[in-house]
């Protein structure tokens, strides 16, 4: 599956607004879309600050472990941060109205989409 299908998939998700692929190493959004008012470049761009931030960290405790996703609780909304266990350096950014959406079910959506990165 590609990148734009990826988000795809991610949108049909209930609540969804944005979902994105994106290079955390350095920012830059590989694809991405959605009908929330959120600028995705400069969302791709500061929340993989909160990936790089937090896999330092767990470098500078000697944890050998991975992170399965993050999650940003806002007033209004969740914000899905996966990493790509299959291709270092991507991970999958989603975006969901707090009020419609179901976090275990986004989370899930965020899994099998993995799954299917090539």
Same mark, same amino acid.
């Given at each position: 599956?590609?990148?734009?299908?990826? *988000?795809?998939?991610?949108? &049909? %998700?209930?609540?969804?607004?944005?979902?994105?692929? $994106?290079?955390?190493?350095? #920012?830059? !959004?590989?694809?991405?879309?959605?009908?929330?008012? $959120?600028? !995705?470049?400069?969302?791709?761009?500061?929340?993989?600050?909160?990936?790089?931030?937090?896999m330092? %960290?767990m #470098?500078?405790?000697?944890?050998?472990?991975?992170?399965?996703?993050? !999650?940003? %609780?806002?007033?209004?909304?969740?914000?899905?941060?996966?990493? *790509?266990?299959?291709?270092?350096?991507?991970c999958?950014?989603?975006?969901?109205? &707090?009020?419609?959406?179901? !976090?275990?079910?986004?989370?899930?959506?965020? $899994?099998? *989409?993995? &799954?299917?990165?090539?």
């Amino acid at each position: 599956m590609n990148y734009n299908e990826c *988000v795809t998939e991610l949108l &049909k %998700t209930d609540g969804a607004l944005a979902a994105a692929v $994106v290079d955390y190493s350095s #920012g830059m !959004l590989l694809a991405g879309g959605g009908t929330s008012s $959120v600028d !995705l470049e400069i969302a791709a761009a500061g929340n993989t600050e909160v990936v790089r931030a937090k896999m330092k %960290t767990m #470098g500078m405790l000697g944890l050998n472990d991975i992170i399965d996703d993050i !999650l940003i %609780t806002l007033g209004e909304q969740y914000h899905l941060l996966r990493p *790509v266990s299959k291709q270092e350096g991507l991970c999958l950014y989603f975006v969901l109205d &707090k009020s419609k959406s179901n !976090l275990a079910l986004a989370r899930r959506a965020l $899994v099998e *989409v993995e &799954k299917l990165i090539k």
